[in-house]
């Protein structure tokens, strides 16, 4: 097997995270004194508290520290994506920034790395302390994600991976604007090695995904590696035609050879509504695809850069949270 070296880049994604940020750089800089080359690449996803200047004093007191700021909030996966496409080691390692991935694995992923295995993935064992809803809106995602798709994707895979330099290159070329990335890794194939962690607690701060978030990212995950919900609508429509068709056999039977008298009004609105129903459902999953095929065409960039630390800030440092108003009256 090949034996890989050279520059180890670090991805640290980062939402509102001014107070885990300098911790997290020390537990890094602790781990990776033992290498010889590294650098901490830190994507500030359009953040609304202090992040960004964090990042800024961060990286001009140890230059291994490089930050990319999003104009505004485009959400953990593009985050990541800025991170891969921005990235110059040999290797890239991407994890949170709240310390739940701990750095203290980093090492092993690199033996991993050092053995041949161009994707070393990270799977978290089932945690406690993780909120039930968490746990069980994970698992079912994953179940629906790999019966839609057939991508072997693991409970609790998490974005917390080392990823050799073809496979980043090989990302790099997904140009679709919604790439889900567990997805697309699990897809591209290379080798690939999995480890198992313990989580640690969240540092400092709360999730910074909300229910909507991750409901985003299941279904963005399921409609990006699948069409099989189109195929839904093909299947239903034989079924329901089948039903039909007997259920017409039955009424001219019961028409010619009996005297039973019709007493189906009931029935009939039933079936009015539910036909009606799984209609709109099927006109929606048409819309949910049309309406990304009408994304991709737009051709947008997935996410915008404000600020990084290859710009030397010119103006004074941007201090406050809170946007000013000015009022301009020609009056007074
Ligand atoms: N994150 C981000 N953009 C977002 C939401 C989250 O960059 O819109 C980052 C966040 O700062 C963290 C990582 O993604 O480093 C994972 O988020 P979090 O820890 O809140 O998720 P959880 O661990 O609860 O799944
Ligand atoms: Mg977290």
Known sequence: MAFHQGMISLVVPAYNEEENLPVLVHRLMAVMKQYESYEILIVDDGSSDQTRYVLRQLSQEYPVVRFISFSRNFGHQMALRAGYDNARGAAVICLDADLQHPPELIPALIDKWRQGFEVVYTVRRPDPKLSWFKRTTSKYFYRILRRVSNLEIEDGAADFRLLDRK??????????????????????????????????????????????????????????????????????????????????????????????????????????????????????????????????????????????????????????????????????
């Open 167 to 332: 496979v980043v290159d090989t990302i790099k070329q997904f140009k679709e604007a919604d790439l889900f990335l567990r997805g697309a890794i699990s897809w591209v194939g290379f080798r690939q090695c999995r480890i198992l962690y313990e989580p640690a607690a969240r540092y400092a701060g709360r999730s910074k995904y909300s229910f909507r978030k991750m409901m985003q990212l299941a279904a963005m995950g399921i409609t990006s590696f699948s069409t099989r919900p189109l195929y839904l609508s093909v299947t239903l429509g034989f079924c329901m035609s089948l039903f039909a068709i007997l259920f017409g056999a039955e009424a001219i039977y019961e028409h010619y050879f009996t005297d039973e008298t019709v007493s189906g009004w009931t029935t009939l609105v039933l079936l009015l509504v539910l036909i009606g129903g799984v209609q709109f459902i099927m006109i929606g999953i048409i819309g949910v695809y049309l309406g990304k095929t009408f994304v991709e065409v737009k051709g947008r960039p997935a996410y915008i850069i404000g600020d990084t630390s290859e710009i030397e800030e010119t103006v004074t440092p941007w201090q406050s949270p809170i946007e000013e108003e000015i009022f301009y009256s020609p009056l007074t």
